[in-house]
């Protein structure tokens, strides 16, 4: 009787042998998608084809866009939209987003509209500082060490002079050196503590440069320093890299009126205002909610982030890192009434950039800058804050009054319809009827069936 092991592992040798493939990257656009589309799609043409229409009919433009990534095949659309009647510090704005979601553009227009009526958002910013770290491993003395560090500071800050010379024209540069015991936590551990400011740039890659240029320099110095024992008891670099996590590159936002003009669905203002209030300190006593909660925070942060250029990804990081600082996952915003007063604010770390980067290669970036005014880098940490408050407030809103599926199924009406191919006209009667029925994915295909069968 054959050994199975030995068949599953033949098998699994020619399934390798007819899927993989060397030198991907090397070859051209058309065959990456022709071998994708024998080797994964069962040469289906249709897909093949569905992967070229998606280019830009701009040769140049769509050359600049496989340029971003490596193995790029086409273009992934995604909505752009804007919401308007945003009034922060006073100023009007309307705000690019970039998201697929159905009713979140909807509901920041909605109470960026509402808070307009009402004062406006007020933001500031608490402080602009982000970080990277030097890792260490070291298993002699502390004291040496600290010596060491407190003796060649200067040296290690000096090492990165010509990089810092742009930077440092523009009010930015290094702004501290720290060195961290660690040993507590982890055997051995220190790290080197660089704060930074980079002006109107996020500044990802001058921080990641500054990191390895001075990790160099601490490496040759160590090597010449008497009080290190050879081998035993000499730093060692693991690794030098920012850190997404910027509790120091804080802005705040709040919005503030008399409980009284609260009143809405039926409720009074008083009522509103306390169901509101609680709604969120649920938020902050149960993860459970807090997670959904300040997912509806980042519906707002993301899609401006997106529509700016910036990179989203560093910043839910840090974010959700905040939300977790006090050792419990909780609400990032908070909501008070005081003397008949009420005020809905939240702090959120952004290290945002509106220089460099695809904040100037991506041209819709480009756009989405324009439109917002040109902010700095402070302006823009300031108006993705509102965006965040604005969701957050118009989504905690619908829970407590009509529930969230009421206005959420109504945006979704449309990609229904779409799911199920409803022509022009069908999709126009079931808007009208969709009024005043329940909507779901079952009663919205029955209905596009038996409206064109009929028809």
């Known amino acids: 009787m054959p050994d199975k092991r030995l068949i599953f592992a033949t098998q699994a040798v020619s399934f390798m042998n007819d899927k993989s493939i060397n030198g991907f990257s090397k070859r051209s656009k058309a065959e990456k998608i022709n071998w994708l589309t024998e080797t994964f799609l069962n040469g289906d043409q249709e897909s093949a084809n569905l992967l070229r229409v998606y280019w830009h009919e701009d040769e140049q433009r769509q ?19 804007v919401a ?11 705000i690019p987003l970039v998201i697929e979601e159905s009713s979140v553009v909807a509901a920041a227009s909605n109470a960026a509209k509402f808070w307009a009526a009402h004062g ?4 500031r910013i608490i402080s602009r500082t982000k970080s990277g770290q030097i890792h260490l491993n070291y298993s002699g003395e502390s004291a040496v060490l600290n010596d060491f560090f407190e003796q060649h500071k200067q040296q290690l800050k000096q090492s990165i002079g010509t990089l810092s010379k742009g930077m440092e024209a523009r009010g930015g540069g290094l702004v501290s050196l720290e060195l961290v ?20 740039a996020m500044g990802a890659n001058y921080i990641n440069s500054c990191l390895e240029t001075m990790a160099a320099t601490l490496k040759s110095l160590a090597s010449n320093f008497s009080g290190f024992v050879p081998e035993t008891a000499t730093p060692e670099v693991v690794m030098s890299i920012l850190s997404n996590y910027v509790p120091e ?3 705040e936002v709040k919005v503030t009126c008399p409980v009284s003009e609260l009143a809405q669905e039926g409720l009074s203002g008083s009522e509103f205002a306390n169901k509101f209030v609680r709604a969120v300190e649920i938020a902050h006593a149960n993860p459970l909610r807090g997670v959904t909660h300040n997912k509806g925070i980042m519906n707002g942060v993301d899609a401006v982030v997106l529509a700016t250029g910036n990179d989203f990804r560093a ?12 050792g419990q996952y909780c609400s990032l915003s908070t909501a008070k009434i005081t003397q008949d007063e009420f005020e809905f604010s939240m702090q959120l770390p952004l290290a945002l950039g509106t220089v460099g980067g695809l904040t100037k290669l991506h041209p819709m970036a480009g756009v989405s800058l324009s439109i917002l005014q040109n902010p ?6 300031m108006i993705v804050a509102c965006a965040g408050l604005a969701q957050n407030f118009a989504a905690v809103r619908s ?26 006209s069908t999709k126009s009667l079931a808007i009208e009827h969709f009024k005043t029925q329940p909507i779901s994915a079952r009663n919205v295909a029955e209905y596009v069936v038996k409206h064109q069968q009929d028809a």
């Open 399 to 424: 829970l407590i009054t009509t529930g969230i599926q009421k206005g959420h199924m109504k945006m979704h009406l449309l990609n229904l319809l779409s799911q199920y191919g409803a022509t022009e």
């Open 249 to 251: 590159c804080l802005v």
């Open 315 to 326: 910043i839910e990081a840090g974010i959700h890192a905040f939300a977790s600082r006090s």
């Open 120 to 123: 406006g958002f007020q933001t």
């Open 376 to 381: 700095s880098a402070e302006q823009l940490m």
């Open 181 to 200: 015991d660690q040993t507590a936590q982890l055997d051995d551990y220190y790290y080197i503590d660089a704060k930074f400011e980079t002006a109107d």
């Open 84 to 94: 308007p009647n945003f009034k922060i510090n006073g100023e009007f704005h309307a």
């Open 63 to 81: 050359k600049r866009h496989d340029e971003f990534i490596e193995n790029a095949l086409t273009n992934f659309f995604l909505p752009f939209a």
